[in-house]
């Protein structure tokens, strides 16, 4: 569940900006839901499903350009 409209357009641009780095390596990835914990649940997709480092994709990556727009995250997860 999205919590509200104004959240998911913030974690959507903050995934606008990663989005270039990981399309040129054949990835993407796609919002789920954002819990009223301040959960994020994104899925990888592409070659991002499958990279070997796509844990340091997620937190480095991802994670850090979310809590740019949405510092009240708790935490990115990747959901199968």
Do not use: W, Y
């Not at 040129?24 to 959960?39: H, K, M, Q």
């Amino acid at each position: 569940m999205v919590l509200n409209s104004d959240t998911q357009a913030k974690v959507e641009q903050a995934l606008e900006q990663i989005r270039p780095f990981l399309k040129a390596d054949g990835g993407d990835v796609e919002l789920l839901s954002i819990d009223a914990d301040n959960v994020v649940k994104l899925r990888l997709l592409g070659a991002c499903k499958s990279c070997e480092i796509s844990h340091i994709t997620m937190k480095a990556g991802i994670e850090e350009s979310i809590r740019r727009v949405f510092p009240e995250v708790k935490e990115v997860v990747a959901e199968a």
